[in-house]
């Protein structure tokens, strides 16, 4: 094993012990007792809460079995990442009112 996917599984395996603490309780949603054991999901509206976690759950079950634990962690930061941009106040920019510094054609790009 690799050092990179060493670290990975350090990642992956405490973020596995919170999924399964949480999908064994039973009191309120899962996205609920998700965002109360991953509190940056707070920044989410409640509907992408429960994207989110249904999201979640999905990639590390296919972690789990495909044995590629990138899955789950990419999933879980792309999640994260967009909570704490949510929390950061970006949400409320609204992309026509972005003004870019060049076009695409200026760079080369299609």
């Given at each position: 094993m690799s050092h990179r996917e060493a670290d990975a599984r350090a990642v992956l395996l405490p973020f596995a012990a919170g999924l399964i603490t949480v999908t064994l309780d039973d009191?309120?949603?899962l996205s609920s007792r998700m965002a109360?054991?991953?509190r940056w999901m707070l920044a989410l509206s409640p509907g992408d809460q429960a994207q989110c976690a249904q999201d979640l759950v999905n990639a590390a079950r296919a972690s789990f079995a495909t044995g590629q634990v990138h899955l789950a962690i990419a999933e879980r930061t792309a999640w994260r990442e967009t909570a704490t941009a949510i929390a950061a106040g970006l949400a409320s920019y609204p992309v026509d009112s972005l003004e870019w510094l060049e076009d695409a054609e200026?760079?080369?790009r299609p």
């Amino acid at each position: 094993m690799s050092h990179r996917e060493a670290d990975a599984r350090a990642v992956l395996l405490p973020f596995a012990a919170g999924l399964i603490t949480v999908t064994l309780d039973d009191e309120g949603t899962l996205s609920s007792r998700m965002a109360d054991r991953f509190r940056w999901m707070l920044a989410l509206s409640p509907g992408d809460q429960a994207q989110c976690a249904q999201d979640l759950v999905n990639a590390a079950r296919a972690s789990f079995a495909t044995g590629q634990v990138h899955l789950a962690i990419a999933e879980r930061t792309a999640w994260r990442e967009t909570a704490t941009a949510i929390a950061a106040g970006l949400a409320s920019y609204p992309v026509d009112s972005l003004e870019w510094l060049e076009d695409a054609e200026s760079v080369g790009r299609p």
